[in-house]
């Protein structure tokens, strides 16, 4: 029996891991067990419950108006402590977070082999996003394991002298998250979006909360989206707001008295997929829905300046649009009076997986260890 540990602690990180964690949990050949950090409470405990995942430890590290330097070091702590009580064969992370990083510095520091998945993904640029990619840096530097979702995250981490035969090629996990999750009888546990005319109306989901947005950038995402509701009539927006402060105050003090545009808390994650795929074309600036909707044949627009997935915009399901007001505007605008354009992103082939991810990291771990 290989001793696997996952750990997550955000509400990315667990819809991504969910599909694994319950393939190693039915794994005759793993002994598997997970931690969450809690570095994200309330958004974190939907998905698990919506998975049905039970974590062994919970760090519940969240507090309010915690910085990183507080949750890194929580986490380092109470992590070394699980790792010291469990002596796992393999730790497993996912991604980029806060939680990934301080997991992969416990797992070295316990001398316990690391598995990265979604590894590889670079901008280049240390601060966007921030603190992201300095976080997916360190865990590629202690990774034993190197789960890459594409040939691209391959060649970075070549690029960086990690041994080819530690790299496997898998897709994203993302895409095993959605298998089942989106049909067309759904009723949201969000009334407000059952009464939606999905029919009549062109409808725009948006999510907008990186900390590089923070401040001007978002004021300006969001009088971008306002203009968009002017000119356009026939267009409903939704934009589930991140709790964090700094995005809840200009979202709600720019669109929230605006007729057409509807505000959310967050949304459990199968809500989300349904409404995502009802959407004539997506506003982010979030990772995973980058890699998400092109699988829903969704066009989506990028905001942000910079992304590490560019194998979407090679592909043409993504369209990189800056964060200004001008630039968003116009990228969006685009799209909803050129339909060839539209037509052809959504017909876009998605280069991010086809829904086998987890079950080519299970055979990885077991051949490893085999080895």
Do not use: W
Request: aromatic share 6%.
């Amino acid at each position: 029996m290989i001793k696997v540990l996952s750990i997550f602690g955000t509400r990315p990180e667990a819809i991504k891991m969910a599909p694994l964690v319950r393939l190693l949990a039915n794994s005759p050949h793993v002994q598997s067990t997970v931690c969450v950090t809690a570095q994200h409470r309330d958004m974190l405990d939907s998905v698990l419950e919506i998975f049905a995942i039970k974590p062994d430890f919970d760090l519940d590290i969240m507090t309010a108006g915690q910085n990183l330097a507080e949750i890194t070091t929580k986490a380092l702590n109470g992590l070394m402590n699980v790792i010291s009580r469990c002596e796992p064969d393999l730790v497993l992370v996912h991604g980029d977070t806060t939680t990934t990083m301080a997991a992969s510095l416990a797992a070295f520091y316990s001398k316990v082999s690391l598995g990265h998945v979604e590894a590889g993904l670079r901008t280049n640029d240390k601060y966007a996003p921030f603190p992201e990619e300095v976080n997916r840096r360190i865990a590629g530097v202690v990774a034993d394991l190197h789960f890459a979702p594409t040939n691209d995250a391959k060649a970075n981490l070549l690029a960086e002298n990690v041994p080819p035969d530690r790299i496997f090629v898998t897709g994203n996990t993302a895409i095993d998250a959605m298998d089942g999750m989106v049909s067309k009888g759904h009723v949201f546990k969000v009334d407000m979006l059952n009464q939606l005319d999905f029919k009549g109306k062109r409808l725009i989901t948006m999510t907008a909360h990186r900390r590089e947005n923070y401040g001007k950038p978002l004021e300006d995402i969001c009088q971008a989206v306002l203009k968009i509701k002017r000119d356009f009539d026939d267009v409903e927006i939704v934009y589930p707001v991140h709790p964090a402060p700094a995005v809840r105050e200009n979202a709600y003090k720019i669109l929230g008295d605006t007729k057409g545009i509807h505000l959310t808390s967050p949304l459990d994650v199968d809500d989300m997929y349904n409404l995502l795929s009802k959407s004539y074309l997506v506003l982010t600036d979030s990772g995973g829905l980058q890699e998400e909707v092109p699988h829903l044949n969704i066009p989506v627009v990028v905001l942000r300046n910079v992304t590490e997935r560019p194998e979407g915009l090679e592909a043409g399901c993504l369209m990189l649009a800056g964060n200004t007001e001008k630039s968003v505007y116009e990228a969006a605008a685009k799209l909803l009076t050129n339909s060839g354009l539209h037509k052809q992103m959504s017909s876009a082939q998605n280069p991010f997986g086809d829904g086998t991810a987890s079950i080519q990291i299970l055979e990885a771990i077991i051949k490893y260890f085999r080895k």
